[in-house]
């Protein structure tokens, strides 16, 4: 399903014969001086633009930035006063964006889903946590990064 939206959003864009190109290539042995001058200058372009990134960003390695590393992974919710462990809550925490961003997905059992996006800003040495719900969306929190 996804190969086929990714060569429908091709064929639009780049029509059909250049997407039958993309897909048989023409030999380098076979082409002429003019037609090799033509693809590297489409080729830098394509690098120059960044459209093509030889690399991937390093992403954020600071010390700082993994702070809440511990907090990554699949919870099972239950409140600190439940003695029985009654569990109410589902917890998914991941990393995204080269390790820059904690997104939590908070699956209660009742009650409303929601998402926290938290980012550590070193400008402010302090992470930020955005809490979204359905048309809820809690402003900013600010918290000074642990040192040590």
């Given at each position: 399903?996804?190969?086929?939206a990714i ?11 250049a997407w ?35 690399q991937r ?92």
């Open positions: 399903m996804m190969r086929v060569a429908a959003a091709a064929l639009v864009l780049c029509g059909a014969s039958a190109q993309q897909q048989h290539p023409t030999p380098v042995e076979s082409m002429s001086r003019q037609q090799l001058r033509e693809e590297l200058t489409r080729l830098r372009a394509l690098a120059q633009g960044r459209a093509v990134l030889p960003p390093a992403g954020c390695t600071a010390s700082e930035h993994r702070q809440f590393d511990f907090w990554l992974g699949e919870w099972d919710v239950s409140p600190s006063s439940a003695a029985s462990g009654a569990t109410i809550a589902e917890s998914s925490v991941t990393l995204a964006d080269q390790g820059c961003v904690i997104i939590e997905h908070w699956r209660p059992f009742g009650g409303a889903h929601g998402h926290s996006l938290n980012m550590y800003d070193p400008a402010t040495q302090a992470w930020h946590q955005t809490w979204m719900a359905g048309r809820l969306c809690a402003p900013s929190i600010a918290a000074p990064s642990r040192t040590g």
